[in-house]
């Protein structure tokens, strides 16, 4: 099962900042945490992971609060094609070839309004 | 880079037929490969997991004899839907990911392929 709780969906304006929240309370100390999304009928994209700190790159930002309990994923700019729907996942990341399966929840399902 | 094909994009066959679909990384060697699934309005599923050389490990519930999963090199990965049900109707995505450097890529997914059983 997922261990990760995200809103069914979420309604964004256009050119606005969409924050996408995910609940991760039993997350252990070695796991990441990682965003996908998927635009319909097309395979899901990395967007973003992070472990405690802060993270951003050019298509987002990741806001991990300092309990690591829960997270922030944010658009800051959204658009139409920002449309999908958005998967927050906890996985182990080893080094070496070994990684934890990616176990997808439900996630939220972002729509981006004109 | 990074970049995971999938083929086909879809395909349709019928009832009791075989289908393969392929799986390639494109500019990096896939020392691991994943198998998903996904029905319509659902999440993807997890199927299998292969690494190149070895034989799948398949998650509980999805019959080895029915999809057979192939990693013979570390570029490409087949998935075999033997005797195709139309319930076997469905999304199949594929994921690779590698090693640089000690490291490990991400898990980056293949476009999908959409079958239909008739």
């Known amino acids: 099962d997922a261990k990760t709780t995200q809103p069914p969906s979420m309604d964004c304006a256009e050119g606005r900042a969409a924050n996408l929240p995910c609940n991760h309370s039993?997350?252990?100390?070695?796991?990441?945490v990682y965003w996908y999304r998927q635009i319909h009928s097309q395979g899901p994209q990395y967007i973003i992971h992070?472990?405690?700190n802060n993270e951003t790159n050019e298509m987002a930002s990741l806001i991990i609060t300092e309990d690591r309990k829960s997270s922030t994923l944010i658009l800051p700019h959204a658009t139409l094609r920002d449309t999908a729907v958005y998967y927050c996942?906890?996985?182990?990341?080893?080094?070496?070839?070994?990684?934890?399966?990616?176990?997808f929840g439900k996630g939220t399902k972002l729509s981006v309004k004109p | 880079g990074a970049v995971v094909s999938q083929h086909p994009s879809w395909v349709i066959c019928k009832s009791g037929t075989s289908v393969k679909i392929e799986c390639r990384s494109l500019?990096?060697?896939?020392?691991?490969m994943f198998w998903y699934r996904q029905f319509p309005k659902q999440s993807l599923m997890l199927m299998a997991t292969?690494?190149?050389?070895?034989?799948?490990?398949?998650e509980q519930g999805v019959e080895k004899d029915k999809f057979l999963i192939n990693h013979a090199s570390l570029t490409l990965s087949t998935l075999t839907v033997t005797s195709a049900h139309p319930e076997d109707s469905s999304f199949y995505i594929c994921?690779?990911?590698?090693?640089?450097?000690?490291?490990?890529?991400?898990?980056?997914f293949g476009p999908g392929t959409r079958l239909t059983v008739t």
């Open positions: 039993t997350i252990s100390g070695n796991e990441y």
């Open positions: 996942i906890v996985r182990v990341l080893g080094y070496g070839g070994s990684q934890g399966n990616l176990i």
């Open positions: 500019d990096f060697q896939a020392t691991t």
């Open positions: 994921s690779a990911t590698g090693l640089a450097g000690g490291r490990s890529y991400e898990q980056y």
């Open positions: 292969s690494n190149e050389g070895s034989k799948a490990t398949y």
């Open positions: 992070g472990l405690k």
